[in-house]
């Protein structure tokens, strides 16, 4: 308590900035009753730039770049800096039958500070590219490929972002959704979605390789954040919730010579956004809760979940909820943890709420051009004193 005490005293004292949350919108598909819709000469996917750090978040800037709800909340990083930003686009419209989809294999580097923000370049990844990870350095990326259970390499400098290849996963069923750095970059954790486990690669420059070691997270592990402190991975499983189940948060000891799963908390179904806290004490989940169900389904549900967890250690406890719009996605957070926002699809908007530690109040939504599919901001952890 004394720790936030100073810190809270830490950041009215510092001169107050931006903070930029940035949030793919896709334009292409809707949701109808369950079932995914294409949208007639829909208009291009969008991106947009909000202000975390005002009182009120608001919108800065927009552009268009492709993007796709297809895939885990986190298709989107923003280096420390806050001068680029990446973006996977995992399906495009099928050019030989437009009222399809079709896997995508791109990735768009985002000049943020430009005037007005820009597309600068479009790089090519492995098939059906999800989740992004850049390291704390702000030098490298990865970008998971479930397509073809591949990890693409991106070296940054400045707003220069350029291919060093490509590791093939050893585990050839993985169907990689998410990579996590840890804060000091040299290992990467990523989520095996199809074979339940974190596969484990290790960084040396620009060098990754697959170490062939793994963690048994849960049924299929999709999200995944890891701690400032480096100690801990917290792990959203999504497969029960297609039938109706309670799905899990694990947490994921690594700082030990053999990681594991220490703890495993049930939260609701489909826990789709995930997001630690900037100093790690909290995490915030996005329920899909049956809202993506046909509503003849016996597990359909009118409201989405955003949930607030607390950890305490290497244990997660509830501390506050919201209902919210259906089928929302991502999650993120203010600098001081104060603001929590969650991303909706079928409503187009993004729902904003403040948190004071214990409750969730909500404040204005953002109004978006599209469907709001994946938001991130830059990792600039606060990390506690040992």
Aim: with cysteine.
């Amino acid at each position: 308590m004394m720790y936030r005490t100073l810190l809270m005293l830490l950041l009215c004292a510092l001169p107050v900035r931006a903070q930029i949350a940035v949030s793919a919108n896709d334009t292409t598909e809707i949701m109808v009753d369950g079932v995914h819709v294409m949208v007639p000469n829909a208009s291009p996917d969008t991106v947009t730039l909000i202000d975390l750090s005002a009182r009120s978040p608001k919108i800065i800037a927009e552009l268009h770049a492709p993007s796709s709800w297809s895939g885990p909340p986190q298709m989107i990083a923003v280096t420390p800096d806050e001068s680029i930003a990446l973006l996977s686009s995992s399906l495009k419209v099928n050019p030989a039958d437009p009222t399809k989809m079709t896997q995508d294999n791109k990735i768009s580097v985002i000049d943020l500070k430009s005037s007005p923000p820009a597309v600068i370049a479009t790089l090519d990844a492995g098939l059906f590219p999800n989740g992004i990870a850049i390291n704390a350095a702000g030098t490298l990326a990865l970008v998971a490929n479930r397509g073809d259970s591949t990890v693409s390499i991106y070296t940054i400098a400045g707003t220069s972002v350029a291919s060093a290849g490509s590791v093939s996963l050893q585990d050839k069923a993985c169907g990689p959704s998410m990579p996590a750095f840890t804060p000091d970059g040299s290992t990467v954790y990523v989520t095996c979605t199809d074979t339940h486990k974190l596969a484990i690669l290790s960084v040396r420059g620009t060098e990754v390789r697959d170490t062939g070691r793994s963690v048994v997270a849960n049924l299929r592990p999709v999200g995944i954040e890891i701690r400032p402190t480096g100690d801990l991975a917290i792990v959203a499983n999504i497969g029960n919730g297609p039938t109706g189940g309670v799905d899990t948060l694990t947490v994921v000891d690594i700082a030990s010579s053999n990681p594991r799963v220490v703890d495993s908390v049930a939260v609701g179904i489909i826990p789709e956004g995930l997001a630690l806290s900037p100093t790690g004490d909290y995490v915030a989940v996005s329920l899909i809760n049956g809202t993506s169900f046909p509503k003849s389904s016996p597990f359909h549900h009118d409201a989405n979940i955003l949930k607030i967890l607390r950890l305490t250690g290497s244990r997660l406890t509830p501390v506050a909820e919201a209902r919210v719009s259906p089928w929302c996605q991502g999650v993120a957070w203010s600098n001081d943890e104060r603001t929590v926002v969650i991303q909706c699809m079928i409503e187009k908007q993004i729902e904003v709420f403040e948190f004071d530690g214990k409750k969730l109040t909500r404040k204005p939504s953002i109004k978006m051009s599209g469907g709001p599919a994946s938001i991130r901001t830059a990792w600039r952890p606060l990390s506690r004193p040992r």
